[in-house]
């Protein structure tokens, strides 16, 4: 049996909602741009319908967003669900895990401390109640590879049973839209990615995302946190109080989805297009539709939509 240890040191990043039990941190100035433009009706039409694919395709798990890319999904989740049942089951790995070819001991004994820290230890992994599903843009699959391979190795060393740790594992992988042909290559194709087929077939899913949005997030966001990648595990400024160039209008959009999150019509769109979702029927996704519809309004957050009128923009840009 393995005992709880202190997450290890991580790039820190404000809380915006009460999601979790705690209260918004107060932004203040840091956020405020007068000069700087909301997210336009695409990235918001669309990160709510690939929101909702998420949600209903992970069957009740609890979601662990990796890296950066899809901070603005956990926002608005963080939003959509604040004070509801589902606080503690919205996490984040916030590192960068490309390639483990050059990391040293001290990097592998490190990222275990990172999986760790979101209930990924092979001993919490074989006895956790809930499923935990992986969530990030993917390409190539590289992060996921890595993941997967440092995992699978620890899990090795400490003979926990990956027969019951497999049903306990999934990966969603939010992909770039692209033709459906048959003939289209698909990332679980390549064959650094033969990982995927030691899962059930139905724990590694695609969601696919309009390409200008998923090149937006994945690529030119600003973003609060800069990169994490191994030689900054170790690094003790690493882990300060964010200060960067595009920090403002990062915090800005931060903000922005965290209260569209908020809006009850956004909540009723999440909960209709989960609607369409083959696997609505069940038990899981229906405590999440109610999860959303039933949320509590919230004493603790400004509980103020976004300065252009979330509702208007997207009851007009989404029918």
């Not at 899809?70 to 049942?85: F, I, K, Q, R």
């Not at 006895?127 to 992986?134: D, N, S």
Request: with cysteine; glycine share 6%; proline share 7%.
């Amino acid at each position: 049996m393995t005992t709880a240890a202190a997450p290890p040191p991580q790039p820190y990043r404000w809380s915006l909602s009460a999601f979790g039990g705690g209260r918004p941190d107060q932004l203040g100035a840091l956020a405020a741009r007068e000069d700087q433009s909301p997210p336009s009706d695409l990235v918001l039409r669309e990160l709510t319908a690939v929101t909702a694919k998420v949600l209903a395709r992970a069957d009740g798990a609890d979601l662990c967003f990796l890296g950066r890319s899809l901070d603005s999904m956990y926002d608005l989740l963080t939003g959509a669900l604040e004070h509801s049942p589902w606080d503690g089951r919205l996490l984040r790995l916030p590192v960068s895990c490309m390639a483990d070819t050059d990391w040293s001991p001290a990097a592998t004994r490190r990222f275990r401390e990172h999986l760790a820290s979101v209930g990924l230890e092979p001993y919490a992994l074989a006895r956790r109640k809930r499923p935990i599903a992986l969530v990030d843009v993917v390409a190539e699959g590289r992060s996921y590879g890595t993941l997967h391979r440092q995992l699978a190795d620890w899990i090795e060393e400490t003979r926990e049973p990956w027969a019951v740790i497999r049903r306990k594992l999934r990966y969603i992988a939010v992909t770039c839209r692209h033709s459906t042909s048959p003939n289209t290559w698909r990332w679980q194709q390549d064959p650094d990615n033969d990982w995927v087929r030691t899962l059930p077939a139905a724990h590694v899913t695609d969601v696919s995302l309009d390409g200008r949005v998923w090149s937006y997030l994945a690529n030119s966001q600003a973003k609060v946190n800069e990169s994490f990648p191994h030689w900054n595990w170790f690094d003790d400024e690493s882990v300060l109080t964010p200060r960067h160039r595009r920090l403002a209008p990062a915090l800005a959009e931060a903000r922005y989805f965290t209260e569209a999150g908020r809006d009850s019509h956004l909540r009723e769109e999440l909960i209709r297009l989960m609607a369409r979702e083959p696997g609505f029927a069940g038990r899981e996704q229906r405590r999440i539709a109610l999860a959303l519809r039933t949320r509590a309004t919230s004493r603790t957050g400004s509980g103020t939509r976004p300065r252009t009128g979330t509702r208007a923009r997207y009851k007009t840009g989404n029918r």
